[in-house]
């Protein structure tokens, strides 16, 4: 079973808030915020952190703890982690359709880079 990490939790629940995704970020976490209470119930760590980041949105400490509470909850629920990675999928797919780019490099490169969105006609370097 393929699980999410906490990292890209983090990143994604941070676009969702950083006010790069509009209003598509607040749809995203109604949906999440019900699909949290559908999978995991009303007692458990994913549905207190859902509340938490609800009270304090955007708050870094919030975001990684919901982050880790939904891939502790969703490592003991094959179908609950199924579910959650298909919420990720859209959620992902709704964000890169919102229109923003957010590129990112690390590391020593050596050569030319380009990082874009949508390209029409050709690169030349």
Known sequence: ???????ALVSLLSKIFNGTTEKAGEQLWQ??????????GRNTASVEAVKRLGERP??????????????????????AAAQLRHWVAAAEQTI???????NSMSGEVHGN???ARDIHGNITF
């Open 1 to 7: 079973m393929d699980l999410i990490s906490v990292s």
């Open 31 to 40: 949906s999440l915020t019900s699909t949290v209470r559908r999978l995991f």
């Open 58 to 79: 955007g708050d870094p400490d919030a975001i990684h703890a919901l982050a880790q509470a939904l891939v502790d909850d969703s490592s003991r629920d094959p179908r």
């Open 96 to 102: 890169a359709g919102s229109g923003d780019v957010t």
């Open 113 to 115: 880079v380009l990082q």
